[in-house]
């Protein structure tokens, strides 16, 4: 039963996944889009090199976070 709830909204919210994935005119209409505007001389800008740092900072940061918040849910689970 307590399994009943979290598959009826798996259901529920599959739908519209299911209808993009089947959706077949997508080919068509890349197709198209890319034939108008082969021709053009537009080239998208180069990202940013971003340093490596600052992403080992937050990558830190969301680890300890983590980590904080299965401490805090272990902590302050009822004992059986």
């Known amino acids: 039963m307590r399994h009943l709830l979290p598959f009826a909204a798996l259901l529920a919210l ?3 996944a299911l209808a993009c ?3 077949t005119e997508s080919v068509n209409h890349e197709r198209e ?3 108008q505007y ?3 001389q537009y080239t998208p800008p180069q990202p940013d ?3 490596s740092r600052s992403s080992y900072v937050i990558a ?3 680890g300890l976070m983590a980590l904080a918040g299965a401490f805090v849910l272990l ?3 009822p004992q059986i």
């Open 14 to 16: 599959s739908g519209p």
């Open 21 to 23: 994935i089947n959706y």
């Open 33 to 35: 889009f890319r034939s």
């Open 38 to 40: 082969q021709d053009s």
């Open 49 to 51: 090199q971003a340093s």
């Open 60 to 62: 830190g940061a969301g």
């Open 75 to 77: 902590r302050n689970r």
